[in-house]
């Protein structure tokens, strides 16, 4: 059965756009792997690459039943909402958002890492440290994300192959 994509395109926020009517799941209509790839920043294989095929599945799992197109929704919702937060935290640095594809590969690697750090998240914690103290094992992850912002938005690194808009503060506001 074929799936109708023009719903993973609207880069907007709304949140509208996050209700559970939004993306087809709970076995209503099958999602192939891959749903979504093309229409974001990054794709699914590439969060798979940083953080692994079974990390990206069980973290995007949320319910635990394996249900696979529950599973591919939840990525692409994954993806929209990191995309969606990098156009935000980008948006008055030197390059109009939303880039336009062919995408610089930096950005489809931080794209991917918010979408997964997003996925893990919604797990809740499930690391401890040796004293069995609460641990990000993800930090690291989420601390490149935010200077990788940084360092664009401020102009110490540009997008390669991504004009760059004259006259822009570069400014970094943080999270």
């Known amino acids: 059965m074929a799936i109708d994509k023009s719903q993973f395109q609207n880069k907007q926020y709304d949140p509208a756009h996050f209700g559970a009517k939004q993306f087809p799941g709970g076995g209503a209509e099958p999602l192939a792997p891959g749903t979504c790839d093309g229409l974001y920043?990054?794709?699914r294989s590439d969060i798979e690459l940083i953080f692994g095929k079974l990390n990206t599945s069980k973290w995007a799992d949320v319910d635990n039943l394996g249900v696979t197109d529950d599973?591919?929704?939840?990525?692409?919702w994954a993806l929209q909402n990191?995309?969606?937060y990098l156009n935000d935290m980008l948006n008055g640095g030197p390059h109009s958002v939303p880039i336009a594809s062919p995408f610089p590969?930096?950005?489809i690697v931080e794209c991917a890492r918010k979408a997964g750090t997003i996925l893990y998240d919604s797990r809740g914690v499930t690391d401890v440290d040796a004293d069995g103290r609460p641990q990000d094992s993800?930090?690291?992850?989420r601390d490149q994300t935010q200077r990788?912002?940084?360092q664009i938005v401020s102009g110490q690194m540009?997008?390669?192959?991504?004009?760059?808009l004259t006259g822009t503060p570069g400014a970094y506001l943080g999270e």
């Open 41 to 43: 920043y990054a794709n």
């Open 71 to 76: 599973i591919e929704a939840r990525i692409c």
């Open 82 to 84: 990191s995309e969606a």
């Open 105 to 107: 590969v930096q950005l």
């Open 138 to 141: 993800l930090k690291m992850h």
């Open 148 to 150: 990788f912002i940084k």
């Open 158 to 164: 540009q997008l390669v192959g991504v004009p760059v």
